[in-house]
């Protein structure tokens, strides 16, 4: 299923280079912002994609976050904080998306 998604993110990329790199800018531009470590930031965009209920959004981030230095548990606390804020089902949904990017492959 993220094939997919990475690959239909390459389509668009192909096929409208210019809003996709303005896209990408924009990140990084919002990243360079502030004083937020790389690692902080992914944790902060993990959540918002759980909040927007955003599964891809959430493998994203995982990934990104990992990549930044975060572990599995920073990861999973990150989104079980959120549980008085989004409610405990969209958090359960959040951890099963964040679980298919941290458990190994069976």
Same mark, same amino acid.
Not at 21 to 30: D, F, M, S, T
Not at 40 to 51: D, N, S
Not at 62 to 84: D, P
């Given at each position: ?12 990329? /192909?096929?409208? @280079? ?16 502030? @004083? ?5 930031? /992914?944790?902060?965009?993990? %959540?918002?994609? *759980? ?16 990549? *930044?230095? %975060? ?5 999973? /606390?990150?989104?079980? %904080? ?10 359960? %949904? ?9 458990? @190994?492959?069976?």
């Amino acid at each position: 299923m993220e094939e997919i998604k990475v690959a239909h993110y390459l389509k668009v990329k /192909q096929g409208s @280079p210019d809003f996709i790199a303005a896209v990408e800018a924009l990140g990084q531009a919002i990243k360079e912002s502030g @004083p937020l470590d790389e690692k902080t930031v /992914q944790l902060v965009q993990l %959540a918002g994609a *759980a909040a927007i209920h955003s599964e891809g959004a959430v493998h994203s981030h995982v990934r990104r976050a990992l990549e *930044a230095g %975060a572990g599995a548990k920073e990861i999973r /606390q990150s989104l079980i %904080a959120l549980t008085s804020t989004i409610g405990f089902p969209t958090v359960m %949904a959040a951890l099963s998306w964040a679980d298919e990017m941290l458990e @190994p492959k069976r």
